[in-house]
């Protein structure tokens, strides 16, 4: 039995227990030490009248983290000492025998942190990694995650999914990042490249007849790291056969409502809400809308163009727009939190925000002096604007104004409490096929290359890529991208076209991908699927802010392993091996 599964009925049994010394309290006679092992925490007592002269002085010497076995009679607490913040706190252990079977060091970061005490910075919390693990929220954290596994992994075999593994030793599968390269001993100068994901093997499974597949995959992607991601993460990996959209978002609504009742007991309420890319786009600036906030972009144009503000009407020449949206009540904020707001607009490229406030004595803001009557009366029309409302306006190109909004929509959402308590999911579909490289122009591809397009033909995708949408959906939580997934193009044809639109010869189609076409051409199902990325999702169960909080050993931003320190230099020798120099 553990030390924080002591319940009264162990009161008056005598019980050995092991683990680690948690904290210490020494009341001059009695020494009270907690212990912890994984199940919780048990207050031992240790008195001159149950435990032995030579136990208790022993005792005295214990540091926090030292590792002891105690054997000691289990007793209720006098009702004065009860501790209704402890799981176990109505008890404790009259220690007859204590014995160390092993000592701490002196502690770098404490496990016992108190709760009003900060946490120590992530760098040295990541550098002692073993011992910010052992804190309790850490372990909750990682007992969720296990629950998140255990329930997906039942929910997907209840539905008749295969669990299989693909290879870690690779060649390319492109997700849009740099593959991780392990160059090979044997045939000096190839590589093996580690799977950004396990797309082409799950596509390939399907061609073999295995018709639900799923695995929860490690992927790993050499990127620079945005703020939260992590060079190694894992993904819950599905792929179907003889399907259509419906049968993939249902069986990812059903895997996730029992995710959410096995780890968290909590209901999630299925089926979720729909939006194409276009509206989304629209109406909320970004391919994943937080839909907790119900505030909505329109476009102003028509209603602000020509009313002599300059930065409009050159905007517009331009061909832009003039979008922005209503703060129900803003017209309180201070003009301090306004130019927060335009700080923030800066940061994302724009050149600022503008604003309008309807007051009790009418319109105020930069731009209230030139609004005519007609003006206002279509704001007021468009946006059914009431007296205390503000008016957050951006012109610009679409590309530009569309990021802007969107930040500044969830930001001014949150400093007048306007999102709603209640998860909102959704799933956002019908993507392009490509979009264009914002360097280059060139077509990217949206989601992968290997993503079926809606009703196009391979000379329409030839003829005009950027035109072509896909049956690409992505799942969306709380503003949060989930998953993500496509039905397949199981066309050879069609397949190669995207192929060489993305700029690949045909010989570097054959080379990267003539596995995959030649499986294609022994008779292919239609398929399709999605990942789901596992981290994150754990990371928004828990209410964490960074995966790295449900990851047991992440990397830093900067991609290294502070506690075991990766990556790591090797010598000529090895180098040699691989028939490598240094350059
Ligand atoms: N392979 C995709 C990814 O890793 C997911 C999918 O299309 O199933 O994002």
Not at 51 to 77: C, H, K, M, N, Y
Not at 82 to 89: A, F, H, I, K
Not at 177 to 199: C, I, K, M, N, T
Not at 336 to 361: M, P, Y
Request: glycine letters at 8%.
């Amino acid at each position: 039995m553990g030390c924080g599964q002591l319940t009264r009925e162990q009161a008056d049994h005598t019980i050995r227990l092991a683990g680690w010394v948690h904290r210490r309290r020494d009341l001059g006679g009695v020494l009270f030490l907690h212990l912890r092992d994984r199940t919780g925490l048990i207050q031992l007592s240790i008195g001159p009248e149950w435990t032995e002269p030579a136990a208790a002085e022993f005792a005295a010497s214990l540091s926090p983290e030292d590792v002891i076995q105690v054997t000691g009679r289990v007793v209720l607490r006098p009702e004065s000492n009860v501790n209704p913040d402890m799981e176990t706190g109505e008890l404790e252990v009259l220690v007859s025998e204590i014995e160390r079977l092993s000592s701490s060091d002196p502690l770098p970061i404490l496990v016992a942190v108190p709760p009003e005490e900060e946490l120590p910075s992530e760098e040295l919390r990541l550098r002692h990694r073993v011992l910010d693990l052992r804190r309790s929220e850490m372990l909750n954290n990682f007992e969720v995650r296990h629950r998140v596994t255990q329930a997906t992994r039942s929910a997907l075999s209840d539905l008749g999914f295969l669990e299989v593994e693909t290879p870690f030793l690779t060649r390319r599968t492109p997700e849009g990042a740099r593959d991780y390269l392990v160059p090979s001993r044997l045939h000096h100068g190839e590589f093996y490249s580690l799977p950004q994901s396990p797309q082409l093997y799950k596509q390939l499974l399907m061609t073999a007849g295995f018709d639900r597949y799923f695995q929860i995959a490690r992927c790993l992607r050499d990127e620079d790291l945005r703020s939260d991601r992590q060079p190694e993460f894992t993904q819950i990996d599905v792929e179907m056969a003889f399907v259509g959209e419906e049968d993939i978002y249902a069986v990812c609504e059903a895997m996730l409502q029992r995710v959410y009742r096995e780890a968290l007991s909590e209901e999630i309420s299925i089926p979720f809400s729909r939006m194409g890319w276009a509206e989304a786009m629209e109406s909320y600036g970004t391919d994943k809308p937080d839909l907790r906030i119900s505030w909505k972009l329109e476009d102003l144009t028509p209603a602000l163009t020509g009313i002599g503000f300059g930065i409009f009407d050159s905007a517009v020449d331009a061909g832009g727009r003039i979008r922005g949206f209503v703060v129900p009540g803003g017209a309180s904020l201070s003009r301090a939190r306004l130019d927060e707001f335009n700080k923030l607009a800066q940061a994302t490229g724009a050149r600022g925000v503008l604003w309008i406030k309807r007051t009790a004595d009418g319109w105020s803001g930069p731009v209230a002096k030139v609004l005519n009557d007609s003006a206002s009366g279509a704001l007021v029309e468009l946006l059914g604007l009431v007296e205390g409302d503000l008016v957050l306006l951006v012109a610009g190109p679409d590309r530009q104004t569309s990021v802007t909004l969107d930040v500044l929509r969830r930001a001014a959402a949150q400093k007048v409490d306007a999102v709603n308590d209640s998860p909102a999911w959704l799933w956002v579909t019908d993507f392009p096929l490509f979009e264009a490289d914002l360097e280059t122009g060139k077509p990217t591809p949206s989601h992968h290359p290997f993503t079926m397009p809606c009703d196009a033909s391979a000379e329409q995708i030839r003829e005009d890529p950027l035109a072509t949408r896909s049956r690409a959906y992505d799942l969306v939580l709380n503003g949060t991208e989930l998953a993500s997934g496509s039905i397949r193009c199981h066309d050879s044809e069609m397949q190669r076209a995207i192929l060489e639109t993305l700029g690949l010869s045909a010989e570097e189609i054959e080379s990267r991908f003539g596995f995959l076409l030649e499986a294609f051409r022994y008779g292919v199902p239609p398929h399709g699927g999605f990942a789901l990325g596992m981290d994150r999702l754990v990371a928004m169960m828990v209410g964490a802010e960074s995966i790295r909080e449900v990851i047991a050993f992440p990397k830093t931003t900067a991609a290294r392993g502070l506690m075991e320190g990766a990556p790591s230099a090797v010598d000529d020798a090895e180098l040699a091996d691989l028939g490598l120099k240094r350059l």
